[in-house]
C-alpha cells in the first residue's frame, strides 16, 4: 500500500474540516445582548432590534446585531475607532467618559444567582 | 482503502467539540438560561414548561389552581412537593409558608393593602408554591441530567443556579453574588462550585416603593407584611435544590441571628448573608472570594 500526493490531499482536506467545524461556533457566536455600563451605571440591551441610544457625550448604534460607538465627545476617540463589535465577550471601551460596552455576558463568571 | 480507517476517529473528535449548548426560554415568570455540554437541552426545557404547568398560581387549568378551587390532586409531582412544603413549613417554623397565597395575590397589585384586608388573608390557606417550585425542578433537572451522557451544565432558572459537574475543563463553576445594590449584573463576590445548587433571596428582586419604604417580595406570615429582615439577601449552597430554594425565603425572613442559629444546627447547606455593607460566609462555602470592596467580610463557625 503505497501513500500517494492525493492521499495527503484527503487527509488534509479532513483536517481542515474538522478543524473548521470544531472552531465554528467560537468564531461565529453572536451575543443576543450587550451591556453598557457608564460611570457604574448598567443597562442591558438587545443586539436583536436596530437601536439608537443616547448617552452622556457619546451614541451608541445597534445595527445588524452589531454595536457600536459612533459619536462622542472625547479627544483621542478610540472608541468610534474600535467599530462595531458583536461576538460574545467584546467590548469598546471609552475611558474619558466612563464607558464599557460588553457583549454577552462577562467571562468572568459563568452564572449570577439572584 | 484501509488507510481511510482513521476518518471514524476524526468525526469522533469532532463530535467531542468543547462547544456547548444554549438556550434560553420563558417559564414560571422568569428567564431560564441554559448551558448544557454533550445532552439536548429540550427535554429540559420541556421538564421546565412541565413543572410551570403543574404549579402555575396565574394559569386557571394549573393541577394547582384545581387543588385551590377545593379539587383533590392525583398529580404525583403535585402532591410530592406539596407534601415536602409541608415538612419545610414546620422544619422552619413558619419562615417558608406555602399557604401565603391569598397574601401573596393581595400584595401582587404593586400597592400597600388596607389593615383588614391583609388580616383576612392572613387567614386564608390557599397554597402558592412558588418559593419552592424553582428548587424542584432544578432537581428534576439535575435527575434528567444523571441519566444523560453530559457531566457538565450550568442553568440559571431565573436566579436559581444549578451547576451540574464542572466546567469542561474540570475546574469549579463561578457564580456570581446578587449586589442588592447594584443592577441585575452586579454580583459583590463568586463562589465556586461543582455540583451544586446556589440559590438567593433578596429584598431587590420585586418591590415596589411607596413613600420611601421598600415593599419587596417576601412575605413574613406572621405579620402579613414583606419580612422586615435585617438582611439584604441570602445565598443558599447545597447539594439539593429544594433545600436551596426553600432555605434562602426561610433565612430571609427569619433575620440573621435566627438563620446563622439554624444553620449552626444543621450540617446540610452552607448560606452566604448579605446586610447593607457587610457579607458573612459560613464556614464551608466553597472558594469565595469577595470582588465588591464596598463590602466588608467576615466568616462564621458552627
Known sequence: ?114 | MKKYLFLPLLIILCACSPHPEKQTSFAMDTVMDFTVYNAEISPLVELVNEYDAIFSPTRSDSELSTYNEGNFSQNEIFTDLLEKAEFYRKKTNGAFDHTLGDLIDLWNVGEVPANDAIETAKGGDKVNLSAIVKGAVSDALVAHLNRSASSSAIISLGGNIVAFGSKPDGKPWIVGIRDPKGDSNAYLGTVGVSDKFVVSSGDYERFFEKDGVRYHHILDGSTGFPAKSDLRGVTIIADNGTLSDVYSTALFVMGYEKALEFWKNSNDFEAIFVFDDKVVVTEGVPDFKLTNKEYSYEVAYR
Open chain 1, 1 to 114: 500500500m503505497k501513500w500517494r500526493i492525493a492521499d495527503f490531499i484527503v487527509i488534509g482536506v479532513v483536517f481542515l474540516s474538522a478543524l473548521l467545524i470544531w472552531l465554528y461556533p467560537a468564531l461565529s457566536e453572536t451575543g443576543a445582548t450587550a451591556t453598557i455600563t457608564q460611570d457604574g451605571v448598567s443597562q442591558t440591551v438587545s443586539l436583536e432590534k436596530d437601536l439608537e441610544i443616547a448617552l452622556e457625550n457619546a451614541t451608541v448604534k445597534i445595527k445588524d446585531s452589531r454595536i457600536s460607538i459612533t459619536d462622542a465627545r472625547c479627544p483621542d476617540l478610540v472608541c468610534v475607532k474600535t467599530g462595531e463589535i458583536s461576538r460574545e465577550g467584546q467590548s469598546i471601551v471609552c475611558v474619558p467618559n466612563k464607558i464599557v460596552i460588553t457583549v454577552g455576558k462577562s467571562h468572568e463568571i459563568d452564572a449570577i444567582s439572584n
